[in-house]
């Protein structure tokens, strides 16, 4: 099993204690989950990596694939909304 540093850095993150995470509506409309840490730029991925990282991250902190989770849910409901 991996250890959460490691998933983190799989996926382009750093180990950071908290993360602001949101959807986010792209320049061409689409939704991705947004990825903020301190001191570092924002990183912006779509709905199914973000599934992913959350499969894989629970295991080892599961209140992040929660975080996750209901941020992929908004972004869900608001891409059923802007149609």
């Given at each position: ?12 993150l750093p180990d950071r204690a908290v993360f602001e995470i949101e959807p986010h509506r792209d320049d061409l409309g689409m ?53």
């Amino acid at each position: 099993m991996l250890l959460r540093p490691a998933v983190l850095k799989c996926f382009g993150l750093p180990d950071r204690a908290v993360f602001e995470i949101e959807p986010h509506r792209d320049d061409l409309g689409m939704w991705r989950i947004k990825v903020a840490h301190d001191g570092d730029p924002a990183i912006f991925m779509s709905q199914g990596h973000a599934t992913k990282l959350a499969d894989v991250i629970r295991p080892v902190d599961y209140y992040l694939a929660d975080q996750i989770d209901a941020c992929i849910e908004r972004a869900v409901r608001y891409t059923k909304n802007s149609n």
